[in-house]
């Protein structure tokens, strides 16, 4: 038989092993789902994340080895209740995620640059802002002060929730009543716990005062009482604080054994609340901070404020701004400013105290040598004033700070001042704007005061 010689595409299957185009492979699928290429995971990771699953059963953080509490921390929820965090999670990096989780605006350093006081003293705020008396469980708020005494050194409350059933009080807004110019100024601290409630009695907002029991490391409180965003829903009645909120608020200043800093403000404060509330100061000497701003505190006020003042408090900051003082509580304030050794701040910016009430002022500041700063800016101030305003400046050693803008005093007042500078070696700060002094006269005060400035810091060094 012939033989069959073998084909050159033969010879070069033979000589070279077919090639397969990886394209049209076959391809292995695994068919369970969870496969994956992941090495197994260690027996220490298994342990981690099994920790932070069971966490709030079994919380065992402090037991774990230090080098593993920070991955357990980070897998931490931010929904764990409070009660297990506040106790086993000391790490800032858990508060600092769930306080920006919750508000849209944290300034640590408003908070002792601590997370963790940061988120209770907004927590606690904010429960204490949405407290409906009456309707709000009690026992929730109380529970919450428990485990957030240790951590609450400062609170601001912006508002205040009314009764469900508060009526309207007055609709129409308080003026305080205007004494004569010859009024006596005397004790005005009498008789203050027997302040009426007459129509009140379904007014009262959340007992502040069973907060600042709860919370004996708070230093700072401020309040206001009134309702943000009520819109169409206004009522007179969510708006102000009543004798008996007065009262109350009075107990926190009493019997609080560190509050340092005290602020009511936009509360329609009126002259019988603060002689209440300067009565339950008096027991407080720890006091140092006083704002009362933006109220409607009289002249009645003014003097029981002056005796809280005289003698009987250490308050160095009392702001009482934008109030309706007029010159017989400025003149009561005046009189407590002859003794008072402590006072450093006092700001009466507008106010109604004219040139009687500044004139008292001025003149007890010749022998004061505790007043650092003074502000009777828009106190309806004349020309007539500038005399005792110059001597004040002349003979005064300690104030450092002085407003007096917003009144209409006149170039020759502004000559008087520019003169009686020249002997004043402490005077560092002067806001002389809308005063009616004329331009060179402004120049003139300024290189005055930048002189001062030049020479404290050249003490200082």
Request: proline share 4%.
């Amino acid at each position: 038989a012939p033989v069959k010689l073998p084909s050159l595409a033969e010879n070069n299957s033979q000589a070279k092993p077919k090639m397969h185009n990886p394209r049209r492979m076959r391809r292995i699928i695994v068919e369970d789902p969870e496969w994956n290429l992941n090495p197994v995971p260690s027996l220490i990771e298994l342990c981690v994340n099994n920790i932070i699953a069971a966490f709030q059963s079994n919380p065992v953080l402090d037991d774990v080895p230090e080098a593993y509490r920070d991955r357990i921390v980070n897998g931490l929820t931010d929904d764990l209740p409070l009660a297990l965090a506040v106790k086993l999670v000391p790490d800032e990096a858990y508060w600092q995620r769930i306080a920006t989780a919750k508000y849209k605006t944290c300034k640590v350093a408003e908070h002792g640059n601590s997370w963790k006081r940061l988120y209770f003293e907004r927590y606690v705020a904010e429960m204490i802002e949405n407290f409906i008396p009456g309707i709000s469980d009690e026992s929730a708020l109380k529970h919450t002060l428990e485990l957030s005494k240790d951590y609450v050194t400062e609170l601001k409350v912006t508002q205040l929730q009314p009764p469900a059933n508060a009526s309207i009080q007055n609709e129409d807004d308080p003026v305080a009543d205007v004494l004569p110019v010859d009024a006596e100024l005397s004790d005005e601290l009498s008789n203050t716990d027997s302040a009426s409630t007459e129509d009140e009695a379904t007014h009262d907002h959340i007992d502040l005062s069973t907060v600042v029991e709860l919370l004996p490391n708070l230093q700072q409180l401020s309040v206001a009482y009134r309702k943000k965003n009520c819109g169409m829903q206004f009522k007179w009645s969510m708006f102000g604080l009543t004798s008996s909120d007065a009262l109350m608020l009075g107990d926190c200043v009493k019997y609080s054994g560190k509050l340092r800093a005290l602020t009511v403000t936009e509360s329609l404060l009126d002259d019988a609340m603060v002689r209440v509330l300067a009565a339950k100061a008096l027991d407080n000497p720890d006091l140092l901070q006083l704002d009362l701003s933006h109220n409607a505190i009289g002249d009645r006020g003014g003097r029981a404020l002056a005796k809280l003042l005289n003698g009987h408090s250490l308050i160095q900051d009392l702001d009482l701004s934008d109030n309706q003082m007029a010159g017989v509580g400025a003149r009561a304030l005046s009189v407590a400013l002859q003794s008072n050794t402590h006072l450093t701040t006092l700001n009466l910016r507008l106010n109604d105290i004219g040139d009687q009430g500044a004139n008292a002022l001025f003149q007890s500041l010749v022998s004061n040598t505790a007043l650092k700063r003074l502000n009777v800016s828009f106190n309806n101030l004349t020309p007539r004033i500038g005399s005792a305003m110059s001597e004040m400046l002349e003979k005064n050693t300690s104030l450092e700070q002085l407003d007096i803008s917003g009144n209409d005093l006149g170039d020759e007042s502004g000559k008087k001042v520019l003169d009686a500078l020249d002997h004043n070696t402490t005077l560092q700060v002067m806001d002389v704007r809308l005063t009616g002094f004329a331009k060179d006269t402004e120049l003139g005060i300024n290189d005055v005061l930048r002189n001062n400035v030049k020479a404290a810091i050249a003490a200082a060094m």
